[in-house]
T-cell receptor, first 116, second 114 residues
């Protein structure tokens, strides 16, 4: 079974600075997807970024980028020019490439605080 | 287009009471999921459905039952609620087979069992 580990329960960053959230995972599969979800106080789960394991290029979405190290099974999220609206719980998640149910396996989350 | 909706948003139950959480999606999605979120635990899969009339167990199915009688609805039932079922419950759906499709989440239901 796959596992996802987020070793930082809480992180904080100053507005306009850069912060990196860590995620490691364990799998025996070669093809899979990795995701970062944002959960603001509203509780809504918002997909921030995703990475296909077969792609060597790191995914980017505006101020959000990832550092995907497949051999090390590491998938970190970098938030540049942090904004107050970035304050939220962030979850790393894994999904197999195929299979019968496409279920997500989540880490325990990192609570990000943005200080003005 | 409302996406994924959940009813109710909040509920307080007493131990031993029963209730049903309703998830509805208007995107004609094949797959639907129920997760629970507990502090420090992330989201864990309770049950899922890969199509109308089908259900399957996830990671933490004990104490819950589900039904998918209509494609657009996925019901989560608690027959005899326990304090350990105090949690936030999320429903999600995805289009169907195909690795590129994403899961869309509902807004969650906060359930407290006293």
């Amino acid at each position: 079974a796959q596992t996802v580990t987020q070793s930082q329960p809480e992180m904080s960053v100053q507005e306009a600075e850069t912060v990196t959230l860590s995620c490691t995972y364990d799998t025996s599969e070669s093809d899979y997807y990795l995701f970062w979800y944002k959960q603001p106080p509203s509780r809504q789960m918002i997909l921030v970024i995703r990475q296909e394991a077969y792609k060597q290029q790191n995914a980017t979405e505006n101020r959000f980028s990832v550092n995907f190290q497949k051999a090390a099974k590491s998938f970190s999220l970098k938030i540049s020019d942090s904004q107050l609206g970035d304050a939220a719980m962030y979850f790393c998640a894994y999904r197999s490439y195929g299979g019968s149910n496409y279920k997500l396996t989540f880490g325990k989350g990192t609570l990000l605080t943005v200080n003005p | 287009n409302a996406g994924v909706t959940q009813t109710p948003k909040f509920r307080v139950l007493k131990t031993g009471q029963s209730m049903t959480l309703l998830c509805a999606q208007d995107m004609n999605h094949e797959y639907m999921y129920w997760y629970r979120q507990d502090p420090g635990m992330g989201l864990r899969l309770i049950h899922y459905s890969v199509g109308e009339g089908t259900t399957a167990k996830g990671e933490v199915p004990d104490g819950y039952n589900v039904s998918r009688l209509k494609k657009q609805n996925f019901l989560l039932g608690l027959e005899s609620a326990a304090p350990s079922q105090t949690s936030v419950y999320f429903c999600a759906s995805r289009q169907g087979q195909g690795s590129t499709y994403e899961q869309y989440f509902g807004p969650g239901t906060r359930l407290t069992v006293t």
